[in-house]
T-cell receptor, first 116, second 115 residues
């Protein structure tokens, strides 16, 4: 069965430093998608970045990049130059195709705290 | 363009009471989803709907029913609320097409407490 694992319940990083949030996944599908979402304390879910399983290049969106290692089944999120506003919960998710639509499986999340 | 809207934002129920959480999206998405979020558990899928008139069970469907009223609306009903259903509920929608991001768009959530 498909599974997403985030092993870091909480992380701290100094402002302006880079931080890596870990995500590993398990799937037998050849075609899948990997997502990262941010959930600030206000509660909304904000889409950050996407990586398709056939994409050869690592995805980047501004200060966010996804370190995709397909053979190791990992999709780590790298946040460069951390800002205080990056303090939030971060979720890794995988998309699978089922019953004529997509299903999305989420990890348990990593709470990031950026220190001034 | 409101995206995904949910009502109510907060609700307190007594054990055994029933209620319906409403969700609507204006992005013309085919697929809609209901999740619950509990501390340390991430988001767990309750039910989803690939299109109008179809619904399927997710990971934690027990104690819930859903209705895909039309393409825009997907409601979640608790027939007899239990304290274990105290949670934050999120509705989401997405498109289903090859070769696109098809990320999910989430509503603001409903914080439900069952006493």
């Amino acid at each position: 069965a498909q599974k997403i694992t985030q092993t870091q319940p909480g992380m701290f990083v100094q402002e302006k430093e880079a931080v890596t949030l870990d995500c590993t996944y398990d799937t037998s599908d050849q075609s899948y998608g990997l997502f990262w979402y941010k959930q600030p304390s206000s509660g909304e879910m904000i889409f950050l970045i996407y990586q398709g399983s056939y994409d050869e290049q690592n995805a980047t969106e501004g200060r966010y990049s996804l370190n995709f290692q397909k053979a190791r089944k990992s999709a780590n999120l790298v946040i460069s130059a951390s800002q205080l506003g990056d303090s939030a919960m971060y979720f890794c998710a995988m998309r699978e195709v089922t019953s004529g639509t997509y299903k999305y499986i989420f990890g348990t999340g990593t709470r990031l705290k950026v220190l001034a | 363009n409101a995206g995904v809207t949910q009502t109510p934002k907060f609700q307190v129920l007594k054990t055994g009471q029933s209620m319906t959480l409403q969700c609507a999206q204006d992005m013309n998405h085919n697929s809609m989803y209901w999740y619950r979020q509990d501390p340390g558990m991430g988001l767990r899928l309750i039910y989803y709907s690939a299109s109008e008139g179809t619904t399927d069970k997710g990971e934690v469907p027990n104690g819930y029913n859903v209705s895909r009223l039309n393409k825009r609306e997907f409601s979640l009903r608790l027939e007899s609320a239990a304290p274990s259903q105290t949670s934050v509920y999120f509705c989401a929608s997405s498109e289903f097409s090859e070769g696109e991001y098809n990320e999910q768009f989430f509503g603001p959530g409903t914080r439900l407490t069952v006493l």
